[in-house]
């Protein structure tokens, strides 16, 4: 918990986010439908009771782009809360240059392939400017984000380690 900020959550929402590399590429995937729908992100989604987080974010590559990786590692954990939603997403950040299988269109993610120096930031969650590049650097971090609505932070906090 981060000192300084003023919390009236009441349940917590454990997630995976997951970026998978190859060379000076990134996969990202366009959301078709749901929560952040029409934004560019890692696949990733609600960890199931009686999974662990790996298993959660290996299953969740799986079922949205149809790639396979056992060699996923957890490099950041961001807490996102909106203003006015007691509900906290604990998200967690994994990443990898080894996978199995070629990407694939689900009814969930249309994934492709970006540049690190070509990034659709406009087009993603206005927090990932400020941790993704963390990520590509090889930086493990920790972060909180205060969003009011999908399109303005209030309030950000991110830390290496
Ligand atoms: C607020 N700022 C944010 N910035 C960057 N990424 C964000 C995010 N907020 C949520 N995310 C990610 O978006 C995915 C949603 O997943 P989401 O579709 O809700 O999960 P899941 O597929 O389990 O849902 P259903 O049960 O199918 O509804 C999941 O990876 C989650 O980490």
């Not at 079922?63 to 996102?80: A, K, Q, T, Y």
């Not at 993610?109 to 087009?123: A, C, G, K, V």
């Not at 400020?130 to 493990?140: A, D, F, H, T």
Request: glycine content about 10%.
């Amino acid at each position: 918990m981060y000192s300084g900020v003023v919390r009236s959550t009441t349940s917590r929402k454990v997630l995976t986010l997951v970026i998978i590399r190859k060379g000076s590429d990134i996969l990202l995937g366009m959301k078709k439908r749901g929560f952040g729908a029409g934004k560019w992100n890692g696949f990733g989604g609600k960890v199931e009771p009686g999974e662990t987080i790996l298993e959660a974010a290996k299953r969740e590559l799986q079922e949205e782009c149809h790639l396979r990786s056992d060699s996923l590692r957890e490099v950041g954990l961001i807490e996102f809360e909106f203003k006015g939603d007691p509900v906290l997403e604990e998200t967690h950040v994994l990443t990898s240059d080894v996978f199995e299988g070629e990407p694939k269109e689900t009814e969930e993610m249309r994934p492709q392939w970006f540049s690190i120096d070509n990034i659709p930031y406009h087009q993603m969650w206005l927090g990932d400017k400020y941790w993704l590049p963390l990520l590509i650097q090889g930086e493990q971090f920790k972060g909180y984000f205060l969003f009011e609505g999908e399109e303005k932070i209030l309030n950000y906090e991110l830390k290496t380690s």
